[in-house]
């Protein structure tokens, strides 16, 4: 059987899938380790700090390769140049007809984006990152729109489509673009009712962590020897050990995600998935206790 990526000729590096670093779900190590970097770069005093909102749409790419083609790629599917490639593909696979549907909803949003005035800013060899919230793929209700699991207040989004930027990428190297900064902003003053572009970072004053993490700063080699063990003769230690970093990850996450210092948490309502943190060049989210139950869900 043919795979999505032998059936598009790819002219644009295809973007990989990049992990970032969950709070809540470090390893005892990684979180003691994240801490003391915390303390030593910043005094435990986060104000310089770069915050953006965590949203919970389609992740996609769009641009232009070095000729000036647009492209459109999913989070999983690679560049595509060609119009209802998502849908044929589809179908020549013998997809289910909910699979169709969705495949067609990809077309359209690349007929959108090609047509918009966005691509129109976008340079040749040039591909934006982002998070996509196209409508018709939404289920909506009285109190709403949700696209995966979050429900996001419907008057705060474009009509057909919102866009959240995220990065510019040379399209053929996958580095960030030279005028990736750039770029953006003009993505911003492009925005209107219909495709709605939405900067998801977010004003931040002075975060004083130091009271969160006070519990497990002091621990040294002994601790993370006795984290790491095996032997039968440390296990209770180790779950004493444990349990108090697993409390100081959950509660340092509330305190970062309620804190007041963050500002325009609510551009697309008061429901969010959570908050980036970027403190040394290092990203960290942060994801709220009804996200994360959200997807224990089983399914319907």
Not at 50 to 59: I, Q, R, T, Y
Not at 76 to 104: C, H, L, M, N, W
Not at 212 to 217: A, D, H, P
Not at 255 to 267: M, R, W
Request: hydrophobic fraction near 40%.
């Amino acid at each position: 059987m043919i795979t999505f990526k032998q059936f598009l000729v790819e002219e644009v590096i295809a973007s990989k899938r990049k992990s970032m670093m969950h709070l809540q779900n470090m390893k005892p190590i990684e979180f003691l380790d994240w801490v003391q970097s915390l303390h030593t770069e910043f005094g435990g005093v986060l104000d310089d700090l770069e915050v953006s909102l965590k949203v919970d749409g389609l992740g996609a790419r769009f641009g232009k390769d070095d000729k000036g083609q647009f492209f459109f790629e999913g989070s999983r599917t690679g560049p595509v140049f060609k119009e209802k490639a998502f849908s044929t593909y589809a179908k020549e696979k013998g997809s289910k007809q909910e699979i169709i549907d969705r495949a067609s909803h990809y077309d359209d949003i690349f007929d959108i984006l090609k047509a918009s005035s966005l691509t129109k800013l976008v340079p040749n060899g040039a591909k934006v990152v982002c998070e996509i919230f196209y409508n018709p793929m939404g289920a909506e209700d009285e109190s709403g729109i949700s696209f995966v699991t979050v429900k996001y207040d419907k008057s705060k989004l474009g009509k057909t489509m919102t866009v959240v930027p995220i990065d510019v990428l040379d399209a053929s190297t996958g580095e960030r673009h030279e005028d990736a900064d750039g770029i953006i902003a003009k993505l911003f003053k492009a925005s209107d009712a219909n495709i709605k572009v939405v900067d998801p970072k977010l004003k931040v004053g002075r975060i004083d962590v130091r009271a969160k993490t006070k519990s497990v700063l002091k621990y040294g080699e002994k601790e993370r020897a006795v984290i790491k063990s095996l032997k039968g003769a440390d296990k209770e230690a180790k779950a004493a050990l444990l349990a108090t970093i697993q409390k100081a990850k959950d509660e340092l996450a509330e305190y970062l995600l309620s804190h007041e210092a963050v500002q325009g948490k609510d551009k697309l309502g008061k429901n969010i998935e959570g908050l980036v943190f970027t403190a040394g060049g290092q990203p960290v989210k942060v994801t709220t206790q009804e996200f994360k139950d959200s997807k224990k869900k089983p399914a319907a």
